[in-house]
C-alpha cells in the first residue's frame, strides 16, 4: 500500500460530511428533510416566474397523487388504474362545499380527503377479494364508470361548466400563482412527511409483507385484508387532496378534467419515477408537467405536419412506458440509486457508512417476484 | 314491451361481441396469466388496416380475413418482443407494458389515420329483419355476429379437448416445466395462444366498428366490459367468455335502456362487483389450490 | 445489517440537494425570459402580433375541430402576404389541450405568463373555456370568438369575453319556430346531448314547440358515446314521435341515424348545424352500406339517409360553389393552407375557420395602429356590427351584448341540391327552405331578417 500522498488528504477536510448523522427517530428525521424542502423551495419560487411557479404547484400536487399511488401500489402491492376517480371525488367534494357554504378551504381540503377516503374504502373492500391485473381491470372500470354519474346529475355537479373554485386571497403582495404554489407545496410535503413516517412504522411493514406474501404475514399475525383497504383508504385520500388542490389550479371543476387517461398517466408516472419510493414520485411528477411541453417543442423541432406531431407526445410516452418497464423497472429513481451506488462505490473511504438498498425509505424493490 | 325485446335483443348481439374479445382475454390470460390491456387497441389496429384495404378496392371478405391474419401474427409478435422479457417478474410490469402499448397504438392510429370521420362496413345487412309488419332490433348482420363468435368458439373449444396441439397448450400453460420436460416446445405455444387471441380479438373489432363511432378510441369502452364478461365467466374458460359476455351484454343492454347510457360503464362495475363479492373464480372455474 | 446506530444521511442530503438544484436547473432553463418588448401591448411589436389559443387536436373530441385553427391561419397567411394589419404579421400559436379542462388551465397560463399573447382567438369548448374565463378576466386578456355556442361568452361579469358562433339557444328557437310552422300538430321528440349544448338547445326549442307536442325526450352522454343509441331511438319510436329533434355531435348523429333505419323508423330530422355537416357525417354513415361496395354506392347510401334532414346556416354552404363568398373560401384554402384543403377541402369546419379569422382580422384593422387590449374590445364593441363576414347576418356585438351571430337559415339536405365535394367524396347538398331569421337568447321572437348579406371585399375577391 503507499503511502497517503497530499491528493488522499485533500477530502479529509471535508470527510466530516459523508459522516453527518441524522436522529435515528423517523419523524424528526422526515422532518428536517421537510424543512431543507421548505428553505430550498422558498428560493426557487421566489426567484421564479410566475407561470413556472404554477408548474412547480402542479408538481406538487402530483407528487401527492404519485405518492399515495406508490404506497398502494408499490408498498402494497395493488395494481390501482382508479386513481383518477378518487381525485376527482376530492375535487368534487371541495368545489361543492365552496359552492355551497362558507368553510375555511383547510377544512373544505380535509372533507375532500375524507370523501376520497370513504371511498377508497368502497372500492378497497372488494378489492381485497382480487389479485394483479384483476384489481387493475376492476379499477379501470371503477375510473371510466364515476365522471358520467356528475354528467347525469349536471344541476348539483355543474355539469358542463363545471363549478368554480377559488383559490383564497395571497396575503400582501404575493402574486396568485406564487401563493398557490405555496399551497400546495405545504401539503405536499405534510404528505410526503406523513407517508415516509407511515411507511417506517409497523403498517409500513406490514404493507411490504402483505404484498410480499399474504400467506406468511397472515401467520404472523397481520390481518391481511384491513391492511389492504387501509392502503386503500390511504391512497385515495392522498388523491383526494391532489384533486382537490387540482381544482385550486384548474379553477373549475367539471368531470373533463378525469378522463381515464388521467389514472393511466398516474400509472405510468409513478412506475417511471420508480414503483415504492416516494423520492422517485418527485420524477414522476416532473414527467408528467413538463412531458406534453417537452414533446410539442421535439415535434416543432422535427417539423412534422401538426396532425402527427399532435399525436407524437402520446406515441412517444407509450412506447418509454414500455421501454422502461422492460428494461429499468425500478424507475428513475432506481437508476439514480444504482449508478450512486457505483459511484460512492469507487469512492468509499474508511468510516464512511453506505446503507444497503433495503435500508434506504420505500427501498424494496419492486420487481420481488409475487404469485 | 317492445322497448324490453328491442333491448333485449341489443344485449345479446353486443353481447356476443365482448363474448369475442373476452374470449381473446382468457386465451392470452390461460396462456400467460396475463390480462392483456392493449387487445382492444390491438383490434383497432387491424380494424383500421382492414379499412385501408378497403379505401384500396380490395373487397370486403378478402380485408376480413386479412385483418384476422393481421391479428394473427400481431398477436404473436406482441408476445415475443414485450411480454416474453416479462418472464418471472413483477405482476405490475405486464400491466403497464400492454397499457403502453394500448397509448401507443391509439396514438399512432390518430396520427397515420387523422382525426378525419369516418366508417366501416358490415358484413350483412344491418336492417332489421322483418317479422310480421314490423322491424325488430335483430337485422341479418346481428344473425352473422352471433354465427361467428360460436364459429369461433367451437373452433377453440375443439382445438383445446379434440386435438394434440390443444392438449399440449393446455398442459404448457398448467405446469410449464414439466411440460418443457416432456419436449413441449412450451415457448412457442404460448405465442401461439397470443396468436389465436389476436384473432378472436380482430374479429371482435370489425364486428363492432360498422356500429360504432370509428375512431381510434372505439374498442376501449368494448374492451373494458369483455374484461368483465371475461372476469364473471371466469377467466380460464372460453365457454364462461360466451356466457359472461351475454349476460354482460344484457346488464349494460338495461341499464342504458331505463336508466341512461351514461350510467352504463356504473352498470358494469355493480355487475362485476356483484360477481366477484358472490363468486369471484367466476361462473366456469374451478376454485384454484394455491401454493402456500 | 447495521453497524452502527445512525443512518447515514449523507447520501440522502446529498440526493435531496442535487435534485432540488436539477429541479431548479430545469424550470429556470425552460423558462424563456419573459418578452421585452416595451411595447404598447403584450404581444404586440411594431411588426407582429401574438395570439394564441386551446384546441383540442387530438383525443376523441378532435374530429373536424382539429380543422378549425389551421384554416384560420390560412387567413392569417393571405393578410401577412399582403403587409399585414398596419404593418403587423399574425403568429398565430395554438395548443392542443385534448379538450380536458386541467390542460387547457395549463396552457392557457402558458399563453398569457409566458408567451405574453395579445389575446386568445378561437379557443374551443365550453367546459374547456369555462375554466379559464375568470382567470383571462382577471388577467384582462380578452378571450375573444370561444368556439362555442353557450350563453356564458356573453356576461358582463366577463367583460373580456365574446362569443361568435350562434349561441344553441338562438338556434334552438330558430329551428323549433320552423317545426312549429311546417309540422304544427305534429308530435315531436328531442334527442339532445346531456350537457349545456343539448339543455341549451332543448330550451330554446321549448321556447317555441308547446309542450304538449313533445312526447319524448331522449339523452345521450358524450363521454361514454360507444355504440349506437338504439334505445333512445326505440324510445322515440314508440312514443310516437314523427319529428325528431337532435342536438347532436356528428358522431351521435350517425350513432342515431343507423340503428333508427335499422328498424325502418323514418322521422322527419330536425338536427343542430354541430351535428348536421353532410361531409363529416356522412362517412360515418358509410358504416350502414353493405360490405363496402365502393365510394359510390355509400355516397348513394348515405345520401339515402340524410335526404330531407332539416337543419340550418349561418353562411353559404360549401355545396353553393357559385357563391362569392365559397369561392373566397376555396381560394384561401387552397392558396393558404394546401395540405389541409388536400386532407378535408372546404366543409363546414374550415369554413368555420375561416370566417373567424376574418372576423378578428377585421377587429384589428378597427382597433387601429394604437394597439391595446383595450383598443381591441373597444373596436369589437363599437365597429363589430359592421364587419364584412361570410354570414347572412351582421354580427351582434355591441357593449351589452358579447355574442356574435345570432341569425341563421334553415336549410333542407336534398339530393336534388349540388353536392358538397370534398376529398372523402361527394356528399348532398342543402338548399334554403326559410328566409334568414334572428333572434336572441332570451325571450325575443324570432323574426325575419331584412338586411343586407355581405359580399367579399374587392381585395379578398380579386387577390390571389
Same mark, same amino acid.
Not at chain 1, 390501482?80 to 376527482?88: D, H, I, K, Q, Y
Given at each position: ?7 488522499? %488528504?485533500? $477530502? ?17 428525521? %422526515? ?9 430550498? =423551495?422558498?428560493? $426557487? ?54 359552492? %355551497?357554504?362558507?368553510? #375555511?378551504?383547510?377544512?373544505? =381540503? ?62 400582501? #403582495? ?73 381544482? $385550486? ?16 398517466? $398516474? ?10 419510493? =416516494? ?87 419492486? %420487481?420481488?417476484?409475487?404469485? | ?292 | ?49 401574438? &395570439? ?10 378532435? +374530429?373536424?375541430?382539429?380543422? &378549425? ?71 384582462? @386578456? ?23 358562433? +350562434? ?8 329551428? /323549433? ?10 308530435? @315531436? ?73 335499422? &328498424? ?63 369561392? @373566397? ?38 382597433? /387601429? ?53 370534398? +376529398?372523402?367524396?361527394?356528399? &348532398? ?11 336572441? @337568447? ?14 367579399? +371585399? ?7
Amino acid at each position: 500500500m503507499t503511502q497517503p500522498g497530499p491528493a488522499d %488528504h485533500a $477530502l479529509d477536510n471535508i470527510s466530516w460530511l459523508w459522516r453527518l448523522r441524522l436522529p435515528t427517530q423517523p419523524l424528526l428525521r %422526515h422532518l428536517i428533510f421537510a424543512l431543507c424542502g421548505v428553505g430550498i =423551495l422558498y428560493l $426557487l419560487t421566489s426567484l421564479l416566474s410566475p407561470y413556472n411557479d404554477y408548474e412547480v404547484g402542479e408538481i406538487a400536487l402530483y407528487v401527492i397523487a404519485l405518492a399515495g399511488l406508490s404506497l398502494l401500489t408499490g408498498m402494497n402491492g395493488q395494481i390501482s388504474l382508479g386513481n383518477g376517480a378518487f381525485m376527482a371525488v376530492g375535487a368534487y367534494t371541495m368545489a361543492l362545499l365552496m359552492t %355551497h357554504t362558507q368553510l #375555511n378551504f383547510i377544512v373544505e =381540503l380535509l372533507a375532500a380527503i375524507g370523501a376520497a377516503a370513504v371511498m377508497g374504502l368502497l372500492i378497497g373492500i372488494p378489492a381485497t377479494r382480487l389479485k394483479g391485473p384483476y384489481l387493475a381491470g376492476m379499477t379501470l372500470l371503477f375510473a371510466l364508470a364515476l365522471p358520467p354519474i356528475a354528467d347525469k346529475w349536471s344541476t348539483t355537479f355543474g355539469g358542463d361548466q363545471g363549478l368554480t373554485t377559488t383559490v383564497p386571497n395571497a396575503p400582501g #403582495n404575493i402574486n396568485p400563482e406564487e401563493w398557490l404554489a405555496w399551497i400546495q407545496i405545504i401539503g405536499a410535503l405534510i404528505t410526503l412527511v406523513l407517508l415516509a413516517n407511515l411507511i417506517q412504522s409497523r403498517f409500513g411493514r406490514s404493507f411490504r409483507a402483505v404484498r410480499d406474501d399474504e400467506i406468511a404475514a397472515s401467520l404472523t399475525g397481520i390481518h391481511v385484508a384491513r391492511t389492504k383497504v387501509l392502503a386503500f383508504v390511504i391512497s385515495a385520500g392522498c388523491a383526494g387532496l391532489a384533486g382537490g388542490f387540482l381544482g $385550486l389550479s384548474t379553477g373549475v371543476v367539471n368531470t373533463g378534467e378525469f378522463p381515464l387517461t388521467l389514472s393511466i398517466q $398516474l400509472l405510468a408516472a409513478m412506475v417511471l419515477g420508480g414503483t415504492g419510493s =416516494l423520492m422517485g414520485m418527485l420524477w414522476g411528477a416532473v414527467l408528467l408537467v413538463y412531458l406534453p411541453q417537452w414533446s410539442t417543442s421535439l415535434s416543432g423541432y422535427f417539423n412534422l405536419g401538426s396532425g402527427a406531431s399532435a399525436y407524437l407526445a402520446t406515441i412517444i410516452f407509450g412506447a418509454v412506458l414500455i421501454v422502461v418497464m422492460i428494461a429499468a423497472p425500478t424507475g428513475i429513481q432506481g437508476g439514480l440509486r444504482w449508478t450512486w451506488r457505483h459511484i460512492s462505490g469507487s469512492m468509499s473511504r474508511p468510516g464512511a457508512v453506505i446503507p444497503p438498498v433495503s435500508e434506504l425509505p420505500g427501498g424494496q424493490s419492486p %420487481h420481488v417476484p409475487m404469485r | 314491451m317492445g322497448l324490453f325485446i328491442n333491448v333485449t335483443l341489443d344485449g345479446v348481439s353486443n353481447g356476443m361481441i365482448f363474448a369475442a374479445l373476452a374470449l381473446a382475454l382468457v386465451l392470452i390470460f390461460r396462456a400467460t396469466k396475463i390480462i392483456n390491456f392493449a387487445q382492444g387497441a390491438m383490434a383497432m389496429m387491424t380494424t383500421f388496416l382492414a379499412s385501408s384495404l378497403l379505401a384500396q378496392d380490395l373487397g370486403y371478405w378478402w380485408a376480413f380475413v386479412a385483418a384476422l391474419a393481421i391479428g394473427f401474427v400481431f398477436g404473436a409478435l406482441v408476445e415475443r418482443v414485450l411480454i416474453r422479457p416479462l418472464k418471472g417478474k413483477s405482476e405490475l410490469n405486464p400491466v403497464v407494458v400492454t397499457i403502453g402499448l394500448l397509448v401507443v397504438l391509439e396514438g399512432m392510429a390518430g396520427a397515420i389515420y387523422g382525426n378525419a370521420s369516418r366508417g366501416f362496413p358490415a358484413a350483412y345487412s344491418q336492417s332489421g329483419i322483418t317479422i310480421g309488419h314490423s322491424k325488430i332490433a335483430f337485422s341479418h348482420f346481428d344473425v352473422f355476429i352471433v354465427v361467428a363468435v360460436l364459429v369461433l368458439m367451437i373452433a377453440i373449444l375443439v382445438l383445446f379437448r379434440a386435438t394434440t396441439l390443444g392438449l399440449r397448450m393446455r398442459a404448457s400453460a398448467f405446469a410449464g416445466e414439466i411440460s418443457r420436460l416432456l419436449g413441449v416446445r412450451v415457448g412457442m405455444l404460448l405465442t401461439l395462444g397470443w396468436a389465436l387471441a389476436g384473432v378472436a380479438g380482430s374479429l371482435a373489432g370489425l364486428l363492432v366498428a360498422p356500429t360504432s363511432s370509428f375512431s381510434p378510441y372505439y374498442m376501449d369502452l368494448v374492451l373494458v366490459y369483455a374484461f368483465t364478461a371475461a372476469v364473471i365467466g371466469g377467466l380460464e374458460s372460453p365457454v364462461g367468455a360466451l356466457i359472461g359476455g351475454v349476460i354482460t351484454g344484457l346488464c349494460i343492454s338495461y341499464v342504458g335502456g331505463y336508466l341512461g347510457s351514461g350510467l352504463q360503464p356504473l352498470g358494469a362495475l355493480v355487475l362485476l362487483m356483484v360477481a366477484l363479492m358472490a363468486r369471484p373464480e367466476g361462473i366456469f372455474a374451478r376454485p384454484p389450490a394455491r401454493r402456500v | 445489517m447495521r453497524h452502527s446506530n445512525h443512518t447515514a444521511i449523507g447520501r440522502w442530503t446529498r440526493v435531496l440537494v442535487a435534485s432540488a438544484m436539477g429541479v431548479t436547473l430545469a424550470t429556470v432553463v425552460l423558462s424563456p425570459s419573459a418578452g421585452a418588448s416595451g411595447s404598447s401591448a403584450p404581444g404586440v411589436t411594431s411588426t407582429g402580433i401574438s &395570439i394564441g389559443a386551446t384546441v383540442p387536436l387530438t383525443g376523441p373530441a378532435a +374530429p373536424g375541430y382539429d380543422e &378549425i385553427a389551421p384554416a384560420m391561419n390560412a387567413v392569417f397567411g393571405w393578410v401577412d402576404a399582403h403587409g399585414g394589419v398596419d404593418g403587423r404579421k399574425i403568429s398565430y400559436n395554438y395548443l392542443d389541450d385534448g379538450y380536458n379542462p386541467a390542460n387547457t388551465a395549463t396552457l392557457t397560463r402558458k399563453l398569457v405568463l409566458q408567451d405574453n399573447v395579445f389575446a386568445t382567438v378561437g379557443s374551443l369548448g365550453t367546459p374547456t373555456q369555462a375554466a379559464v374565463q375568470g382567470f383571462l378576466n382577471s388577467q384582462k @386578456v380578452p378571450q375573444l370568438f370561444v368556439e362555442s355556442g353557450c350563453n356564458c361568452w356573453s356576461n358582463p361579469k366577463f367583460p373580456e369575453s365574446f362569443g361568435w358562433q +350562434p349561441p344553441y339557444t338562438v338556434e334552438g328557437k330558430v329551428l /323549433g319556430a320552423y317545426i312549429k310552422a311546417h309540422f304544427a300538430g305534429e308530435k @315531436v321528440g328531442y334527442l339532445s346531448q346531456g350537457d349545456e349544448f343539448g339543455q341549451d338547445f332543448i330550451k330554446g326549442m321549448d321556447m317555441e314547440i308547446p309542450s304538449a307536442s313533445v312526447v319524448s325526450r331522449q339523452t345521450y352522454d358524450a363521454s361514454t358515446l360507444a355504440g349506437p343509441l338504439s334505445n333512445q331511438v326505440a324510445a322515440l319510436k314508440a312514443a310516437g314521435a314523427q319529428v325528431v329533434a337532435m342536438a347532436t355531435i356528428p358522431a351521435a348523429t350517425a350513432l342515431a341515424m343507423l340503428p333508427a333505419a335499422a &328498424i325502418g323508423y323514418q322521422p322527419q330530422y330536425v338536427i343542430s348545424n354541430v351535428g348536421a355537416d353532410a361531409p363529416t357525417v356522412g362517412p360515418l354513415l358509410s358504416s350502414f352500406t353493405q360490405k363496402g361496395g365502393g365510394t359510390a354506392a355509400q355516397a348513394k347510401a348515405t345520401a339515402g339517409l340524410l335526404n330531407g334532414v332539416i337543419t340550418d346556416s349561418y353562411f353559404a354552404p360549401e355545396s353553393d360553389v357559385t357563391n362569392p363568398w365559397v369561392k @373566397v373560401e376555396t381560394k384561401l384554402l387552397t392558396d393558404y393552407a394546401p395540405s389541409l384543403y388536400a386532407k378535408s377541402g372546404l366543409d363546414g369546419n374550415t369554413q368555420y375557420g375561416i370566417a373567424l379569422g376574418l372576423t378578428f382580422v377585421q377587429a384589428l384593422q378597427a382597433a /387601429g395602429k394604437n394597439l391595446t387590449r383595450a383598443a381591441l374590445i373597444s373596436a369589437i364593441e363599437g365597429s363589430g356590427k359592421k364587419f364584412v363576414t361570410p354570414g347572412f347576418v351582421p354580427l351582434s356585438y355591441s357593449s351589452s351584448v358579447h355574442y356574435g351571430f345570432q341569425g341563421l337559415e334553415v336549410v333542407k339536405l336534398s339530393t336534388t341540391a349540388p353536392p358538397a365535394v370534398t +376529398p372523402s367524396g361527394s356528399w &348532398i347538398g342543402g338548399i334554403a327552405v326559410s328566409p334568414v331569421e334572428t333572434t336572441n @337568447v332570451g325571450s325575443g321572437p324570432v323574426v325575419k331578417y331584412t338586411g343586407r348579406t355581405s359580399t367579399p +371585399p374587392a381585395k379578398l375577391a380579386s387577390t390571389s
